[in-house]
């Protein structure tokens, strides 16, 4: 509900205040697994709201995160791509957070990479899984993670099974090298943390479509299933 948060007059001191708690925070402090995918979750969340709320062209809300730049615009990076977010005196992109850390070669080799957090982050568009109102700690990063994965593939726009075939969100065509390497297959990653209603209508779809993604902005009128 950006408009709600904007209406709120504490909301740019807290954006501020946070922005500065990141940009003074040093990484090595992390210990371990659990803390280190929860912060930067947390971190990839917040600085994409804080993006759609502080960055508003004429003073309004984007309509979708690529307004920013990317595929309207083609002569600008994305709002993914570029190096906006600061963190222990590091500037990132959201891509380098995701990609480059998460899902990264380091964090691969430690055992600490997790095809679930496709599931967590949130590039605020309508097609996104859903963002949770709470923070990941490290006390509930393993139960947050699988909830928020079986809560993506309970909604239609991330899983179902349309005359027999099997749709899924586009998530899974774009990062199928990391459901694979979890799971086998995109398939085995769907049966293996779908509900068990879905997983049955799974078992039994065939073939595997990808659902096209939405990218309007995910604010609260472009979820009429939930008014």
Not at 7 to 12: E, I, K, L, M, P
Not at 37 to 52: E, G, L, Q, S, T
Not at 65 to 72: K, Q, S
Not at 154 to 173: A, C, I, K, M
């Amino acid at each position: 509900d950006y408009s709600g948060a904007l209406a709120d007059d504490r909301t740019a001191n807290l954006l501020r205040e946070q922005r500065q708690a990141l940009a003074g925070f040093d990484p090595a402090r992390l210990n371990g697994r659990e803390e280190a995918v929860a912060f930067w979750i947390n971190a990839y969340n917040f600085f994409m709201v804080d993006k759609i709320l502080s960055d508003r062209p004429g003073g309004q809300l984007v309509s979708s995160v690529w307004d920013y730049g990317g595929r309207i615009n083609p002569f600008v990076d994305s709002v993914f791509e570029r190096e906006l977010f600061n963190v222990g005196g590091r500037d990132l992109s959201l891509d380098g957070i995701e990609k480059g850390i998460l899902l990264g070669d380091d964090y691969k080799a430690k055992g600490w990479k997790d095809a679930r957090v496709h599931f967590a982050v949130n590039c605020a568009s309508t097609g996104c899984p859903p963002l949770r109102n709470r923070v990941y700690t490290a006390a509930n990063l393993d139960a947050l993670l699988a909830e928020n994965t079986r809560r993506a593939l309970n909604t239609p726009r991330h899983l179902r099974v349309t005359s027999g075939e099997l749709y899924v969100t586009e998530l899974f065509d774009w990062y199928e090298d990391d459901f694979v390497e979890a799971s086998g297959s995109i398939r085995g990653f769907v049966l293996e943390w779908a509900e068990s209603d879905q997983a049955n209508k799974v078992r039994s779809a065939r073939g595997l479509r990808f659902s096209d993604y939405e990218w309007p902005l995910n604010r609260p009128d472009n979820f009429p299933e939930l008014q």
